[in-house]
């Protein structure tokens, strides 16, 4: 069998811990199995770059910020291939453009096109255990490293899983798989045996970050299963696969603390006021997600859109240059909302839904300031400081510890 297992960034953070990793892919391979590994930067290192750049400079490097960035994994990758080479096993690491990790030029968010990882097949065929550092690609036009956007890795590992069709991708972590909540905000969240690609993707979107949502993708494009697992044990973990035994209406709950609204107040309340906003927000690469135009008076209505906060400098001064322009009351910009999503499969055939959520919300004192909905997921914006309360209480009312179905 050939298996990909990729270490986050906790299961690599210090010696002991590498050694640990080294173990168990050696364990893997002794069992005749041909493994290629992936892994993060260690521990914070990722953070602890960007926070470096930022005290060297205010001014955004793309170009640079990557080179920076893809440091991290190299440190590990090389790390845990000495640490693979003292148990006695062949071992050998590759950076993302070594591995044939072809990527589009876009610097801090570039997606993969094509891999072409000859030199991984080459190392496998004699023997060794492949090392590819996770994050990173190169782009085949100017040779430039580029990295695919935090929490990366998981799209390497599955990206190559499909590549080399292997026939299963581990990706170890520092829970002990996907829960129902963030177990880290509520902690009685349960694990789940198994989720569907579909609403991985969701949960995932909604700021589960146990995967990246882009390895959700490849994983159901190629359908490669990927079972997500704790790198302290060797118990079982969640297997997110195409289908699953059964269908719940709700399967978790998920929230994301890292986006801002942005108001623009008073805009004529006519055709093509929109589009000349979204537009040029657009061009400057802004990733625009909920978006609510408010009751108009007068003629005059406001605009609330959220944003990741990263995004949010360049929102901002793109916001205000089309108020500008349409005579529009102003720009304000609220960093205190966070979103709550609520995801399941079932609730395509299940009314009532929403109307519970919002009434849960509601007798917890939680006020809903922006909403949006897929067939397989509810989303609602509340204050970031009500985050925690919010998916408590959804938990609680949706997923309680002793679910109705079982009684049947
Ligand atoms: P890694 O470094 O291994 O990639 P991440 O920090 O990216 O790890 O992802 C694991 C974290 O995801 C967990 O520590 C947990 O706090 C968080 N998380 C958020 N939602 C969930 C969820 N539904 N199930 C499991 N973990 C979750
Ligand atoms: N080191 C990168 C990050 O922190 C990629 C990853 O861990 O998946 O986002
Ligand atoms: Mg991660």
Redesign the pocket.
Known sequence: MLIVQKF????VAGADRIRNVARRVVETHEAGNDVVVVV?AMGATTDSLIRLASDVSENSHPREMDMLLTAGERISMALTAMAIQDLGVGAMSLTGSQAGILTTPDHGEAQITEIKPGRVKEGLAEGKVVIVAGFQGVDPESKDVTTLGR?G??ATAVALAAALKADSCEIY???DG??T????VYPDARKLEEVSFEEMLE?ASAG???LMARSVEFGRRYGIPIHVRSSFHSGEGTWVKEKTMEQAIIR?V?HDASEAKVTVHGVPDQPGVAAALFEPLATAGVNVDMIVQNVSEEGRTDISFTVPRADLTEAKSVSAEVADKLQANGVDVDENIARVTLVGAGMKSESGIAARMFRILSDHGINIEMISTSPIRISCVVRGDQISEAVSRLHEGFLPLSPPTEEA
């Not at 986050?8 to 299961?11: A, D, E, I, L």
């Open positions: 986050g960034g906790t299961s993060s929490g890795s998981d972590t520092d829970v996907v829960f909540a963030d177990p880290r949960l589960a970050r146990v978790g998920a």
